[in-house]
């Protein structure tokens, strides 16, 4: 499965990205506006947020002793990728019908995973 290129709405999605917290395919993450003919679904501006530049980051307090604390989406100009893609596709609930965006999870042993995140449905692993 190849990552789609595609574009979210940059006014639209910073607040939506800054409040979410789980982990990579276990908690779903929201759906973005996505810019359609130039503007945005929702508000109509017109500054794209590319896919590939929205990252899983890691989050880890000064008293953490290894695991996380929790998972934060962070956009990046240059970023890796390095633990996958959140915003990998879009795709279609396989219960519902809902759009979704289906994430991508790198592990450190190079394996990867895929989820739906429905946002009715909830997380449905590929």
Partial sequence: MEADTHAYCAKCSGPILSTWK???????????????DGTCESCAASRPLPNRQIHWFNYHSPSSTGLPDYWQLVVEDRGTGRWGLPYYADGKCQECGSRTVISEHRFPDGSREFAHNCPNCGVRKI
């Fill in 22 to 36: 789980g982990w990579p395919n276990r908690n779903a993450v929201p759906l973005l506006p996505r810019i359609v």
